[in-house]
């Protein structure tokens, strides 16, 4: 392809892709003729689509178009055909439309190419319906040679109101970036996410980053609340103790007092666990 019709080309894609967000692989439509065409003329027919879109490519083919090659008893032809993907169109394959038809009715969608096809077609009726239709690149053979149609008015029109719609919003906000007029509501939704997204912070640590729990057994389970509950109490009884303690802190003379009467209370006690304890022994050793 000489380098001046590749560099129009690129630019007309590139209206397809910003304004009608097109992507890649691009799907392309090929119709009954040209894939005759191709097989008579031993062109290779999707080599030739992703050079002239300069991107990968998709061909695909209707239901109607296969039925129209089986017709035409070219064996090669109707190979290659299925090695595309087929675009189911609805149309029972004995009652098929013709190829126009049913190329149409898939791509025009109420007005809109809605499935965003790249049409190739050897029918110039049919490519100049669908020139009406915003969006729709269109492609055909040209004595052995894949040409691009240019940007139909329709898609023209489109593309000219979009890049108004940015001046007036602002280029430098990449919300409005290749949105249509009637996304406001998308534009809406993304401001929405945007406010939920701040208020929702990661309150909580990171669950990757916190140990499991130990799945505990019925038993072992009671046990351990059995021991957390005397735990508690001995906590409870030293807290005690000590309040009692700060409470009489009024005097020095009071003070040693106490602890004189602490040390011989401890004392006491002490000397009863001994008591218990080697009472304890001897029932044990009788
Ligand atoms: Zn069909």
Known sequence: MRQK???????????????????????????DQIVLNATTSKFNLVKSLSQTLQAEVKPMITQC?????????????????????????????????????????????????KHRYVVATQD???????RRVPGVPLLHINRSVMVMEPLSDASARISRKMEQEKLFKGLNDPKYAGLKKNDEADIEDLKNQEVRKRKSGPKEPNPLSVKKKKKQTDTESGNKNKEDINKAISIEESNKKKRKRRHKKKNKENQIEDNSKQEAENVEKSSEVDETESLERQEHSD
């Open 5 to 31: 019709r590749a560099k129009s080309y690129r630019k007309q894609l590139l209206v397809y892709t910003h304004t009608f967000k097109f992507r890649q692989p691009y799907q392309v439509l090929v119709d």
């Open 65 to 113: 178009c296969i039925q129209a090659l089986y017709a035409t008893e070219n064996q090669n032809a109707i190979n290659l055909a299925k090695s595309y993907e087929r675009r189911r169109c609805n149309h029972p394959p004995n009652d098929a439309k013709a190829p126009a038809i049913c190329i149409e009715s898939v791509v025009n969608v109420d007005g809109e190419n």
């Open 124 to 130: 110039i009726k049919l490519r100049r319906k669908l």
